[in-house]
């Protein structure tokens, strides 16, 4: 069983539909594949409706989210929602707003380039995203076409990332808030990429722990971001709290080197995802329960 339980599509950060999502999916004789975007769930009905015969789809959202720790430091995280009600009025409308803010939040980061001289706009920013939930990698895209860097990988750590001077904020949710709501609205929250050191600071374990105490499942602890000392550190913690270990290639299309299927979760971690008390079920799932 070939079980990838993170990727993008162009509802978010991606850059397949989600059509060419499932196609993808398929080609890499995956038998279980989450469909994840940031912060919404348009792409659902698109991939479910395109889902080829054989493979099963989970649907999930992957939720920004913020935790200030005792230390002061401003942490951004986030959550994977598997198998939520995408009517669930609360939760929707936490996304809603998500959604809205990185409408606002990127329009700044591009007038603030283009005030440097960047050649970059909110037009093309914008049309990039097709309506999805505008993201940094739509502006390091639209930095790509415009000739000012070669990838966008270049674009995050010349002009974009966190330690950049062009980095703006987005008011994310804080963390256990989201665990709350994704719970309430019926859904599994896992932990994505909880060591990406270089995407910025990581939490402590005790934040890991309370998280794990106020309702979060597991931890995604094979990640294409996690160095090999940080995936064995993961997988320890999640054998101590009890927390379920996944394993996903976080596919972002060519918006990132990564392919689809490059890491996996074990199976029996994903049964043991589906017998959660809650799970509704993953469409396509042959096992019959
Ligand atoms: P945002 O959600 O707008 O803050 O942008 C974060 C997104 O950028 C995450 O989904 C990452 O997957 C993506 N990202 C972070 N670093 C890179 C990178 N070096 N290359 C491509 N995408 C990246
Ligand atoms: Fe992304
Ligand atoms: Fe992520
Ligand atoms: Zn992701």
């Given amino acids: ?12 950060d991606g850059t397949d539909t989600p059509a060419q999502l499932m ?13 994840t975007d940031h912060d919404t769930t348009a792409g659902w009905d698109e991939a479910l409706a395109a889902r080829p015969a054989g493979l099963t789809v989970v649907p999930g959202v992957e939720f920004s989210c913020v935790h200030l720790d005792g230390e002061g430091r401003r942490i951004s995280l986030h959550l994977l929602a598997y198998l939520v009600d995408p009517n669930d009025p609360p939760i ?8 809205d803010s990185r409408r606002v939040r990127g329009r700044t980061m ?4 283009a005030a440097d001289g960047y050649p970059v706009t909110w037009e093309q920013v914008s049309g990039l995203a097709a309506g999805g939930s505008v993201g940094r990698p739509h502006i390091g895209r639209a930095l790509v076409e415009s000739g000012v860097v070669p990838d966008v990988d270049a674009a995050f750590r010349d002009l974009l990332s966190s330690r950049r001077p062009y980095y703006v904020r987005k008011p994310d949710t804080d963390v256990f808030e989201a665990i709350r709501l994704i719970r309430a609205a ?19 374990d005790e934040t ?44 972002h299309g060519t918006n990132k080197p990564t392919p689809i299927g490059a890491r996996l979760t074990d199976p029996a971690a994903f049964e043991e995802l589906l017998a959660h008390s809650t799970a509704r079920r993953p469409i396509g799932d042959s096992s019959g329960r």
């Avoid at 019926?186 to 402590?204: E, K, Q, S, T, Y």
């Avoid at 009890?242 to 290639?249: Q, Y």
């Fill in 208 to 251: 890991v722990a309370a998280m794990a105490a106020a309702g979060m499942i597991g931890l995604e602890v094979d990640h294409p971001d996690h160095e090999p000392d940080d995936r064995a550190h993961a997988a320890a913690l999640a054998r101590d709290l009890g927390l379920i270990a996944t394993g996903s290639s976080d596919y």
């Fill in 110 to 113: 591009v007038e603030n380039l």
């Fill in 1 to 12: 069983m070939r079980i990838d339980l993170h990727t993008h599509s162009t509802a978010s």
């Fill in 23 to 35: 196609a993808a999916a398929a080609r890499a004789a995956l038998d279980v594949v989450a469909i």
């Fill in 186 to 204: 019926g859904g599994l929250p896992v932990f994505a990429h909880p060591i990406a050191r270089r995407r910025g600071p990581v939490v402590f």
């Fill in 92 to 99: 929707r409308a936490e996304w809603q707003r998500l959604r």
